[in-house]
């Protein structure tokens, strides 16, 4: 029998990024993020039609954003930015930055303790899709949080 959700799949929300140059896009995330590449499914044209890449265990879906698809599922350069962060939790925030920045993307902002207990730092790839990394530093109650919050104005 198929199951109607794949092993490992249970409850998970998969990003699906609509890129203009996906086959470039799978190279980036190699080099900035240490992505690996599951599977790729390319069109006549040389395009890709489905691509899985894993990022630190997470699996991200991307492909060339279709032509046909004005504003519903645009790629961020074409819709001038994107409203949706690729948030990851990782090892050490500041080593992910520079080999983001390394691979050639642009640092939105620049890794820094926050108030939640966090360093965390925003990424944007060369293909317009913000990536939140976060590193956990310190244990903060939710008293604490709303009293920074609070100072903070």
Do not use: C
Request: glycine share 10%.
């Amino acid at each position: 029998m198929v199951q109607a959700i794949p092993d490992g799949l249970e409850g998970r929300i998969i990003p699906y990024l609509m890129i203009d140059g996906a086959a470039a896009a799978i190279e980036f995330y190699q080099q900035a993020f240490g992505a690996t590449e599951v599977y790729r499914m390319e069109m006549p044209d040389g395009g890709i039609a489905h691509a899985e890449v894993h990022v630190n265990g997470a699996t991200v879906y991307l492909s060339d954003a279709p032509a046909d698809m004005d504003g519903n599922a645009a790629n961020p350069k074409k819709l001038g930015g994107s409203p949706v962060l690729l948030h990851q939790y990782v090892a050490d925030v500041d080593a992910t930055t520079e080999t983001a920045r390394a691979a050639g993307a642009t640092i939105a902002r620049e890794p820094a303790d926050q108030f939640y207990g966090d360093r965390a730092a925003l990424v944007e790839d060369p293909f317009g899709h913000l990536w939140s990394f976060h590193s956990h530093v310190r244990d903060v109650t939710p008293q604490e949080m709303e009293d920074a919050m609070k100072a903070m104005g």
